[in-house]
């Protein structure tokens, strides 16, 4: 005698719910036209999805809307408040929850600054290192990098034209305004940039201070 | 309606929270018309007790509408307030144990009269007393038979069943994956059917 296989409950579920593609639908509902014990359980399913269904919708107490709307605020919301809401909706996104999150993320930060530390007094205790030699190292390394940036920048600009573009242009400003007038542009020019640079070196590295004191004392 | 007036029911979410944003009280009201039912359902059967439900309903709106302006308005509109309502919930749950459901009215009320103001409302009104009594009765032991779930099934399955959510947005609201809302609903599905067969109803 062959045993029945029944339908899971998991299938008649995926059935009730409409979730079977046309296959399956067809192969389950062929199983359940010869199949009591399975009908009656599909039934208990039908009568499950139809009472839940069935539940309503609760309702608050009168005048719930003028409670919380004694709590809100109405006003119209200015453009840059409602950037600074989304760029805040934005960084709480982005900033950890969980006291474990803010660990693994200080964790994640202070790793170099402890590895960087870590290394320089490690150098610091080797005897035939000193800390100007490692400044040295450090400055060189630095200035090497500079160099190999502006060669490779260099060096593009040559391959794609761009040198010989500017070497067109240059000469075609030196053979109209002539070489004082390019010698003042460039002059003028330079005055400008400088005078940049001591704006944005005084707004961001020296910020002024009113008080005297402060300011001699953060002077150097 | 008068002439020239803006009907609200006509616009979607994102169109009334814009409006809210430029500070028209009417929206304002209309989101909380358009969510109070569900927002409150969804809290008193998490928390089981109406005037926590409505407080915390309350709170619910209030974090919502004063938000307003970091809504983004590529999510629905009810996966970010049903997500605020079920987290608020979630909060009150932990900090107490619930309490045992009573569809008669709140375990606090010590009166006919406070039992009566305290009795929760079902939307429909349009059955006879006898379709009134008995499917008050059926809703009673489901309401029962829900209260009984782990929160979470609870949640999956109300948002599913009541409110008609998608899988998707389900896993969007309660911030788990989408397999894990299948396995609650299912699990949750499952658990009903043992706990109402004794009563003939499935």
């Known amino acids: 005698m062959t045993e029945i296989q029944h339908l899971t409950a998991e299938r008649l579920e995926a059935y009730v719910e409409g979730l079977l593609d046309q296959s399956d639908r067809v192969v389950t509902e ?18 499950l999805f139809a ?7 609760l309702e608050p107490s009168p005048n719930f809307a003028d409670r919380v709307m004694a709590h809100v605020r109405v006003s119209p919301r200015q453009a840059w408040q409602q950037q600074a809401a989304r760029a805040s909706a934005a960084l709480a996104r982005v ?12 964790a994640f930060l202070a790793l170099p600054i402890l590895l960087g530390g870590g290394l320089t007094i490690w150098l610091l205790s080797q005897s035939y290192m000193t800390p100007r030699s490692i400044w040295a190292f450090f400055t060189d390394q630095l200035v090497e990098g500079v160099r190999a940036v502006a060669s490779a ?11 010989a573009w500017i070497a067109e242009r240059g000469g075609g400003l030196v053979a109209t305004a002539g070489a004082s007038g390019v010698g003042l542009i460039a002059a003028a020019a330079a005055l400008v940039t400088m005078l940049s640079i001591w704006v944005l070196y005084r707004n961001l590295i020296r910020t002024p201070s009113r008080n005297s004191t402060n300011y001699a004392l953060f002077s150097f | 309606m008068p002439a020239g007036e803006l009907d609200y029911t006509s616009l979607t ?4 929270v814009q409006l809210a944003r430029e500070g028209r009280e009417r929206a304002f009201r209309e989101l909380i018309g358009r969510y109070q039912r569900p927002v409150f359902s969804l809290i008193y059967r998490l928390v089981r ?57 709140s375990p606090h009320a010590r009166t006919a009269a406070e039992m009566e103001a305290s009795t929760i409302t079902p939307e429909s009104g349009d059955e006879n007393p006898e379709e009134y009594t008995l499917n008050r009765q059926l809703g009673a032991d489901i309401e029962q038979a829900i ?8 949640t999956a399955i109300l948002l599913c069943h009541v409110e008609g959510r998608p899988y998707d947005e389900i896993a969007q609201i309660m911030g788990v994956p989408l397999g894990t809302v299948k396995t609650y609903i299912h699990r949750g599905r499952k658990e009903l059917m043992q706990r109402l067969e004794h009563l003939r109803l499935c």
């Open chain 1, 30 to 47: 062929s199983h359940l036209v010869g199949c009591a014990r399975c009908q009656h359980e599909l039934d208990e399913w039908l009568a």
């Open chain 1, 51 to 57: 009472a839940l269904s069935d539940l309503p919708e």
């Open chain 1, 95 to 106: 900033l950890p929850r969980t006291t474990f999150g803010w660990g693994l993320a200080t």
């Open chain 1, 153 to 163: 920048a260099l060096s593009w600009m040559l391959q794609t034209g761009i040198a």
């Open chain 2, 13 to 16: 979410d994102q169109q009334v």
């Open chain 2, 49 to 105: 007790d109406r005037e926590r439900a409505e407080d915390l309903a309350q709170d619910t709106f209030i974090k919502v509408l004063n938000a307003l302006d970091r809504y983004n308005p590529e999510y629905k509109f009810s996966s970010w307030i049903f997500k605020i309502a079920h987290n608020t919930a979630l909060d009150q749950l932990r900090r107490k144990e619930p309490e045992t459901l009573s569809l008669d009215g």
């Open chain 2, 147 to 154: 209260s009984t779930l782990r929160a979470e099934y609870r």
